[in-house]
């Protein structure tokens, strides 16, 4: 494989995994050299799902596996900025950062799910304000970051206000952990994202939207003379592949879903069908590093196909 590509592994662990669940699939990821290991930042399921046995904080769960692999790139996709205040934030993911020896990085949202919020107590104000929420944890986390030791990080703003802070713990990156942003927005998105972003990431979108918003965010970022070539670009898509149509059709139906709808929208097929998909995704938009979506967290032997028979493949 291109060694300037990489392929990640994404998991949403809210529709039904414990830790222990996603410990296996980080494991099985680092064996089988995917790039990094990523979790979606909700606390309540999707659909028609039990979610047993309940939700997992995503910095608990890369708490852990920071001290569990030793390779991996550990991440979210996306945390909510309405979950955190952005002080302990930055605590939080510096201290990942140097559980792993500097291996987070960190999604941060502006948070979406209503239903998430309703069902543990989190307050959910309208969208104008969860906006502007975001744009601030974005300046507070990256400026305490990058806050010379010995030095106090000052802000003032609509939403926050922070004084004399001493800007600890550092990470162990320098000068900061990479930051993704990511969404369709048209305007305030792709502007926040040449300010602070060094990927930006789409999920679940078709090559047309893709191509635009990589194009929005390209101009965001000429226009603050930033060179648009440092944005890492990055899309996720769910991940369904197998040897041959029965296998595929199984793994299909055990994520609630339909072969054909998969093959027009995600990553489904036999594995030469998916490096095609994959080379025309590259192609068409100059993506380096694709998510894998991966809902059924039992199939060990997807993974390790993957990797295998896909990942191999790519030129």
């Not at 934030?89 to 239903?115: H, I, K, N, P, T």
């Not at 792709?190 to 990927?199: G, H, S």
């Amino acid at each position: 494989m291109d060694e300037d590509f990489r392929l990640r592994i994404f998991t949403e662990p809210q529709q039904g995994a414990s830790y222990d669940d996603l410990l296996r699939v980080a494991r099985t990821a680092e064996e089988c050299g995917y790039d990094a290991f990523f979790r979606s930042d909700h606390y309540l399921r999707m659909g028609d799902v039990s979610g047993l046995p309940g939700p997992t904080d995503a910095w608990v769960t890369l708490a852990g596996l920071a001290r569990e692999t030793s390779r991996l790139r550990l991440g979210t996709l996306m945390s909510a900025a309405t979950f955190r205040l952005p002080g302990p934030l930055a605590v939080s993911v510096a201290q990942v950062d140097q559980m792993s020896g500097g291996r987070v990085e960190l999604g941060l949202g502006s948070g979406w799910y209503e239903q998430e919020h309703t069902a543990y107590g989190i307050p959910f104000p309208p969208l104008r304000e969860r906006f502007g929420l975001y744009a601030e944890q974005l300046e507070i986390v990256t400026g305490l970051w990058t806050t010379p030791e010995g030095s106090t990080f000052e802000y003032s703003g609509e939403h926050y206000r922070i004084s004399d802070s001493p800007a600890l713990p550092k990470p162990v990156q320098r000068p900061r952990p990479p930051v993704l942003v990511g969404g369709t927005g048209r305007r305030r998105t792709p502007a926040l994202a040449a300010r602070f972003a060094d990927e930006f990431n789409l999920p679940f979108v078709d090559q047309d939207t893709a191509v635009a918003q990589f194009e929005r965010v390209d101009a965001a970022c000429a226009e603050r003379g930033r060179n648009p070539a440092d944005m890492v670009r990055s899309v996720a898509l769910v991940l369904c592949v197998g040897r041959n149509e029965a296998e595929l059709a199984r793994r299909a139906e055990a994520i609630g879903r339909d072969v054909d709808e998969l093959r027009a929208n995600g990553l489904a097929g036999t594995p030469a069908e998916v490096v095609d998909r994959i080379g025309n995704w590259r192609a068409r938009t100059g993506i380096t590093r694709l998510y894998l979506q991966v809902l059924d967290l039992s199939d060990l032997d997807h993974l390790e196909l993957v990797a295998s028979e896909v990942a191999g493949a790519l030129d």
